[in-house]
């Protein structure tokens, strides 16, 4: 109640100052220029974007009523999408976010409550390759919709909240004035040589429009306004808050925490989440080029968060060098922006999302002059030149996408399906479906009285509960940009001991062509999403010296989905997030972490040829390797695999 009064007087109060306009000082005004220089001209090098207006994605930047018409027109084509006013601006504008996702609130394949995802857009107004990059995932996720694999995996299991237009009203005055801008009063001080320094309203507003009028004629207003990236109850008022209590400043935070009204829609847009399933919040900012990636007490949370930031970055590579870093904070402490906000108050994954162009990059300039023309003056790094903005929507959806899908969950095998290949007869049928609880799962079919014999050929099916490659245009299984999966095959091992006592491992040979990409369902189908399962036969030598008598057999899984996560080694429990890291996600031998391993949790029996031992094995090799030699062949493939993070064949001591 008493931050709607507090809106309701300054509404008051920025009507005075619009009625006073005429008797103010009248404001110095500069511009922007391509290439011409004066005292109120500073060139910049490149042609200045102008608004276009166009609901569909330019060469350039979209207006604010382009983009609001694309974004409801978005949510009326797509049942996945439902358009929620979260609040008002200052001035009263509605602020519009977008949940995307099924209708539904469980995960496909479990009961588990779907994870949230939170995304807010456009804070700071001049930063206009905010909305055109959240605009474009959007765009994205509802034009892919029905693609059978990667989008509708993320749109049936994860809640992914949309906020891409925040500071509106701040936003609509740069547009107003897309060449034009105000200095600070201590550039007007310094002489023309200087007073393009720290361009401020009109193109070069960053704040809300708090006690602000639309006009730039006017003296007395133009560096007041709310740093809505410092409107945080999150180190409000820490000394290394990053913020500051002088109604001019650019980073000014406003009489208490959340007093905006932008920042409690924000709020209210968590609430849709909800804010208790979040697993991610990004607040997309330009410019750097960077993560800001807040570091918390939790050491575990930060070095998730840390290492999805990596990947989701290395998506964006160019010549072998990812365009977008992290930059981590100091762990306990940081500025009082909305990712810090979310970070400590909910323990998720969060940062600051910063756009091209880059700044502080090794050997690179800060701003405009990395783009061809560009001369690098102040404040040139919020004017993205046209040519570089289809570039920077693409390769952050590309890295987008992989973020939440990541998020969604940890892989884990839902079915295993074998049969004798020459009959067709199923031998096993081995499926985890959820109890109920929400949080475990039971193992139906499973049977420990399975035979299989050496000399006959058949056909193991394994699937998954999404989908686990990535395919080409042309439909080829290749890596995720930035990834390296495709190549890292599933192993699929059975391990038992033969007649001497000693270790046998035989790998089912899968390759790239037995990822399935057409339906059906087991044996020669996937199950819900392409890719999702994996099938392909083989035939269990003689030379692995398996006893006549019933040995006990164990199939390992080793397998990484595309963004390069390991199995959940126990699908019993289901995986989940909670207090900044995993919980539920078993990395080998059953034990929690944040990594995973293998699955070995199916056992059942082979019957083989040997009826004595065998003689002593010499060094050469040959089907059956002893543990010894086994490490040794493991430890080589663990030089030559990149992120390899388990042993793929073991001694079985």
């Not at 575990?300 to 590579?317: S, Y």
């Not at 392409?530 to 003689?542: G, H, K, Q």
């Not at 390992?556 to 909670?578: G, M």
């Not at 293998?598 to 090799?621: I, M």
Request: proline letters at 6%.
């Amino acid at each position: 109640m008493a931050g709607r009064m507090s809106r309701t007087a300054h509404i008051a109060s920025a009507a005075i100052l619009g009625a006073l306009a005429m008797g103010s000082a009248s404001a110095q005004i500069l511009e922007f220029t391509e290439s011409t220089n004066s005292d109120t001209q500073i060139a910049v090098g490149y042609p200045i974007p102008i608004p276009v207006e166009s609901q569909l994605p330019v060469d350039g930047f979209r207006s604010f009523a382009s983009l609001f018409a694309r974004h409801q027109d978005l949510a009326l084509s797509s049942a996945h999408v439902r358009s929620v006013i979260v609040g008002q601006t200052f001035n009263g504008r509605d602020i519009t976010a977008y949940v995307i996702g099924d209708d539904d609130t469980t995960m496909a394949f479990s009961d588990l409550t779907e994870p949230a995802v939170l995304m807010n857009g456009t804070i700071h107004a001049r930063e206009w390759a905010s909305p055109e990059v959240v605009t474009a995932l959007f765009e994205a996720l509802v034009a892919q919709e029905d693609d059978g694999a990667i989008v509708q995996y993320i749109l049936e299991n994860v809640n992914f909240v949309l906020l891409p237009m925040l500071n509106i009203d701040g936003y609509l005055q740069t547009q107003r004035f897309p060449t034009q801008f105000t200095p600070t009063p201590d550039d007007e001080q310094t002489g023309a040589s200087n007073q393009f320094s720290q361009p401020r309203d009109g193109r070069m507003r960053r704040k809300n429009m708090r006690e602000v009028d639309e006009s730039l004629d006017t003296d007395d207003d133009r560096l007041l306004g709310i740093d809505l990236n410092r409107n945080n109850d999150a180190f409000f008022t820490a000394p290394f808050g990053g913020n500051s209590t002088d109604p001019t400043s650019l980073v000014f935070r406003g009489e208490f925490a959340a007093s905006e009204p932008e920042i409690q829609a924000l709020l209210a847009a968590a609430d849709l989440a909800p804010v208790d399933r979040l697993r991610l919040y990004i607040d997309a900012h330009s410019f750097s080029r960077v993560y800001f990636v807040p570091a918390t007490n939790n050491n575990r949370r930060n070095n998730l968060t840390t290492a999805l930031a990596v990947r989701m970055g290395e998506a964006t590579t160019t010549f072998g060098q990812p365009r977008y870093e992290p930059v981590v904070g100091t762990p306990g402490q940081d500025i009082s922006t909305t990712a810090t906000f979310f970070a400590f108050e909910y323990e998720v994954p969060a940062w600051t999302l910063e756009i091209e162009p880059p700044c502080g990059f090794p050997g690179l300039p800060c701003g405009g002059a990395n783009y061809a023309g560009g001369i690098g003056v102040n404040g040139d790094g919020f004017i993205l030149p046209n040519t570089e903005v289809a570039r920077a929507r693409e390769e952050n959806t590309l890295a987008h996408i992989l973020g939440l899908y990541h998020q969604a969950g940890p892989p884990t095998v839902r079915r295993v399906v074998l049969q004798e290949e020459a009959s067709g007869n199923t031998l096993l049928d081995a499926a985890w479906a959820p109890t109920g609880d929400g949080a475990t799962r039971t193992l139906n079919g499973a049977n420990s009285e399975l035979t299989l014999s050496e000399g006959t050929a058949y056909r193991l099916w394994i699937g998954f509960d999404k989908p686990m490659r990535y395919r080409d245009e042309g439909g080829a299984v290749v890596d995720y940009p930035g990834q390296a999966a495709a190549g890292a095959e599933p192993i699929a091992t059975l391990r038992g001991v033969n007649i001497d006592g000693a270790a046998f491992n035989f790998d089912v040979p899968f390759t790239l062509d037995d990822w399935l990409d057409t339906p059906g369902d087991a044996p020669s189908g996937y199950t819900r999403y392409r890719d999702d399962a994996i099938a392909a036969s083989f035939t269990l030598p003689s030379s692995l010296q398996i006893s006549t008598e019933e040995t006990d057999v164990t199939l390992v899984l080793n397998v990484r989905d595309f963004a390069e996560q390991l199995l959940d080694a126990d699908p019993s429990t289901i995986a989940d997030f909670a207090d900044g890291v995993w919980v539920g996600y078993e990395r080998t031998g059953g034990f929690e972490g944040d990594a995973g391993g293998e699955d070995e949790t199916l056992s059942f029996k082979v019957v083989g040829t040997a009826t004595e031992p065998s003689p002593a094995p010499s060094s050469g090799g040959g089907g059956a390797l002893g543990g010894v030699a086994l490490l040794g062949l493991a430890l080589c493939l663990l030089t030559g695999r990149r992120r390899l993070l388990t042993v793929a064949v073991r001694s079985s001591s």
